[in-house]
């Protein structure tokens, strides 16, 4: 997953951390919190755009209700994917997520409804997983990519700490095709450096 979001300067100052299972990561105003089948239409309605599609590597286009359902049924079975909706002021805005099914090669992805684009969304909510992550688990490095015609995800993640690491193709499902992408990588070193972003703490 990767943001389409054009143009993210908004900073914030708190992370919070509460008890990860469920989690509940907030943020200066963004909730991020495990999505449940009751979020299935506004999960729907959000990622039902091909311009969120092209640039989100497993969001097909168009976008239903039963992809939604299939989503949220997978995540919770597999277990080896962390998944956030984003909620500002009590209305999802988004998703972010961190996929951990290969060894040692975690990742980050994201997405935004369009309409909610533009506001720093996508960093404030990337933030806050990466310090979940950090938080939670014991790999030393969290990766993520963006496509090369995706210059705003490319910030995002240069905003987060990550570091450019190569070019790669990568197929994607709305696009039925592969297509570059820009791969990036962040150190748990890098990170903990970083933390004067968010002064995390884990709240019991």
Same mark, same amino acid.
């Given at each position: ?7 993210? %300067? ?8 509460? #008890? ?33 599609? #092209? ?79 950090? #938080? ?38 709305? %696009? ?29």
């Amino acid at each position: 997953m990767t943001s389409t979001e054009p143009d993210m %300067l908004q900073d914030f100052s708190s992370v919070t951390l509460q #008890e990860a299972r469920p989690s509940v990561v907030s943020t200066e105003r963004l909730t991020l919190r495990r999505p449940t089948l009751a979020d299935v239409g506004t999960i729907a309605k959000l990622a039902n755009d091909r311009r969120i599609a #092209e640039n989100t590597r497993r969001l097909p286009h168009p976008y239903s209700q039963d992809d939604a359902v299939a989503f949220i049924r997978a995540t919770a079975a597999i277990g080896s994917e962390t998944v956030f909706l984003i909620e500002h002021d009590s209305g999802p805005v988004g998703m972010v997520g961190i996929d951990c099914s290969t060894p040692d090669n975690a990742e980050l992805g994201y997405w935004l409804g369009v309409e909610h684009w533009g506001q720093g969304f996508a960093t404030e909510a990337a933030r806050g997983a990466i310090d979940f992550f950090f #938080e939670e688990f014991d790999d030393d490095h969290l990766y993520a990519g963006a496509r090369v015609t995706n210059p705003a995800s490319r910030n995002v993640l240069e905003k987060c700490g990550f570091q450019w690491s190569g070019v790669q193709l990568h197929r994607f499902l709305a %696009l039925g095709s592969s297509t570059p992408v820009d791969c990036f990588r962040l150190s748990r070193g890098v990170w903990a450096s970083l933390k004067s972003w968010s002064s995390a703490r884990r709240v019991r």
